[in-house]
């Protein structure tokens, strides 16, 4: 696609319950990067693929965190028993090739809110 | 380690003045430095980046900044601001002995552009 996609736009769920959100990234890029922002913070990194395996995974919080990515393109982070703790956009964004230089393309975030 | 530090979390200046927006990092390596922009419910949108060669670099939007090894800084300036500049301005870090990949982003400063 022309854009990184990520969906759904918006998320409210209640504290304890299973979600998925899910990123769709430029077509060909091979890095894939989650983050989360909280409000009136900067984002903060969870975790980066290249391909389909989690290169670094050392900023996922806990293990009720995990994300995949089976064909090394659209990526699903799952967030098991979710807490209020976790309500915070959640960004994604892709890079060609995954080096040091290359600029992020950041998609516009999932809000997840959890009550 | 590594880490981002911009002063100020709100920035307000006129229409046609001059922006800084300042950024001071910490990198165990030689870093590679960006600016993004975000604007509400939006994504972060690659304003600029250094990685090598020259220390001034030119981004879109009339945006630069200037590398300053010495003073471990990346300011971001613009001569004249215009309405359209009001956004929120994250400053990163890439770089780590460990060759990860994540970016590390400051805090973010709002700038408020009066008319």
């Known amino acids: 696609g022309a854009g990184v996609s990520q969906t759904p736009s918006n998320k409210v769920t209640e504290k304890g319950k299973y979600v998925e959100l899910r990123c769709d990234p430029i077509s060909g890029h091979t890095a894939l990067y989650w983050y989360r922002q909280s409000l009136g913070q900067g984002p903060e990194f969870l975790i980066y693929?290249?391909?389909?395996?989690?290169?670094?995974d050392s900023g996922l919080p806990n293990d009720r965190f995990f994300a995949v990515r089976p064909e090394g393109s659209v990526s699903t982070l799952k967030i098991q028993r979710t807490e209020r703790g976790d309500s915070a956009v959640y960004l994604c964004a892709s890079s060609l090739a995954g080096d040091r230089e290359d600029g992020y393309t950041f998609g516009s975030g999932t809000r997840l809110t959890v009550v | 380690a590594q880490s981002v530090t911009q002063l100020g979390s709100h920035v307000s200046v006129s229409e046609g003045a001059l922006v800084l927006l300042r950024c001071n990092y910490s990198s165990s390596v030689p870093p590679y430095l960006f600016w993004y922009v975000q604007y509400p419910n939006q994504g972060l949108q690659l304003l600029l980046k250094?990685?090598?060669?020259?220390?001034l670099v030119k981004g879109i939007n009339g945006f630069e900044a200037e590398f300053k090894k010495s003073e471990t800084s990346f300011h971001l300036t613009k001569p004249s601001a215009h309405m359209s500049d009001a956004a929120e301005y994250f400053c990163a870090v890439s770089g780590s002995s460990t060759g990860r990949r994540a970016l590390t982003f400051g805090s973010g400063t709002r700038l408020q552009v009066q008319p």
């Open positions: 250094y990685t090598t060669g020259a220390t």
């Open positions: 693929f290249q391909g389909t395996g989690a290169a670094d």
